[in-house]
């Protein structure tokens, strides 16, 4: 069975730093697009970053670029996102998701979801 755990959400402050993994389980994702999705309360999930296959590349939102890193380690399977200078705006579920097919920043393309982590994130 395919499972993604995502851990390390939290409440931090105003211009904090929170570090996301998520551990795959049931096959390797190395050769798959790993992303990063959100969801505050009352809004659509929205992509925030992706790392395509084998980390050949890397995408961001705009409201994250500069601020958000994705990163990979194959040997573990698993999936991380550093979000530093946080901002309450930041605060929401945040979900990793193993793409299938598609686009990179549409929910659509991905077939295997984590249950998701909160980050909350104070003024």
């Known amino acids: 069975q395919v499972q993604l755990v995502e851990s390390g959400g939290g409440l931090v402050q105003s211009g904090g730093s929170l570090r996301l993994s998520c551990a795959g389980s049931?096959?390797?994702?190395?050769?798959?697009?790993m992303a990063w999705f959100r969801q505050a309360p009352g809004k659509e999930r929205g992509f925030v970053a992706v790392?395509?296959?084998?980390?050949?590349?890397?995408y961001y939102a705009d409201s994250v670029r500069g601020r958000f890193t994705i990163s990979r380690d194959n040997a573990k399977n698993t999936v991380y996102l550093q979000m530093n200078s946080l901002k309450p705006e930041d605060t929401a579920v945040y979900y990793c998701?193993?793409?299938?097919?598609?686009?990179?920043?549409?929910?659509?393309?991905?077939?295997?979801w984590g249950q998701g982590t909160q980050v909350t994130v104070s003024s």
């Open positions: 998701a193993a793409r299938l097919t598609g686009t990179y920043a549409s929910p659509l393309a991905y077939g295997y």
């Open positions: 049931g096959r390797t994702f190395s050769d798959v697009a």
């Open positions: 790392n395509t296959g084998y980390g050949r590349s890397t």
